[in-house]
């Protein structure tokens, strides 16, 4: 009985670490500025936003609403970003203003941000996920 007991909760703590998406806390003045997170773009799911992960790459609780964050991806491929937040989902594709990077800035609401980090190919590719409160020059 207790081996089942500890087997049972061996695999749901291994579940549960396999499943859970990063959340990264951003508050006022965060340090370092720019944040940096790496990953791995694209996914299995098709959707108006490339091919995406089932599950968020990056989730992001800002726990302040911030008058200017800035979002950016650079990677390999035609990665683009889907935020799904409190104001609603959006894509955001590279353009020739931003670089050829996606790129989303502006006025940010407190709450919890899921950020899918797609790609328009059906490949993955590793990806730098820039986050930062200064505006670009």
């Given at each position: 009985m207790?081996?089942?007991?500890?087997?049972?909760?061996?695999?749901?703590?291994?579940?549960?670490?396999?499943?859970?998406?990063p959340?990264?806390?951003?508050?006022?003045?965060?340090?370092?500025?720019?944040?940096?997170?790496?990953g791995?773009?694209?996914g299995?799911?098709?959707?108006?936003?490339?091919?995406i992960n089932?599950?968020?790459?990056?989730?992001?609780?800002?726990?302040?609403?911030?008058?200017?964050?800035?979002?950016?991806?650079?990677?390999?491929?035609?990665?683009?970003?889907?935020?799904?937040?409190?104001?609603?989902?959006f894509?955001?594709?590279?353009?020739?203003?931003?670089?050829?990077?996606?790129?989303?800035?502006?006025?940010?609401?407190?709450?919890?941000?899921?950020?899918?980090?797609?790609?328009?190919?059906p490949?993955?590719?590793?990806?730098?996920?820039?986050?930062?409160?200064?505006?670009?020059?």
């Amino acid at each position: 009985m207790v081996v089942v007991g500890v087997l049972v909760m061996s695999l749901t703590l291994t579940h549960t670490s396999l499943a859970e998406t990063p959340v990264v806390s951003i508050n006022p003045h965060f340090q370092p500025d720019p944040l940096t997170v790496k990953g791995n773009s694209g996914g299995t799911r098709p959707s108006n936003c490339g091919n995406i992960n089932a599950t968020p790459n990056q989730v992001i609780q800002v726990t302040t609403s911030l008058p200017y964050l800035r979002l950016t991806v650079e990677g390999n491929g035609q990665p683009t970003l889907l935020i799904d937040g409190p104001g609603g989902r959006f894509c955001v594709l590279a353009d020739k203003y931003s670089g050829n990077k996606p790129e989303i800035s502006g006025y940010w609401q407190a709450g919890k941000y899921s950020l899918y980090v797609g790609e328009l190919s059906p490949q993955q590719h590793t990806y730098t996920l820039s986050i930062s409160e200064q505006k670009t020059k």
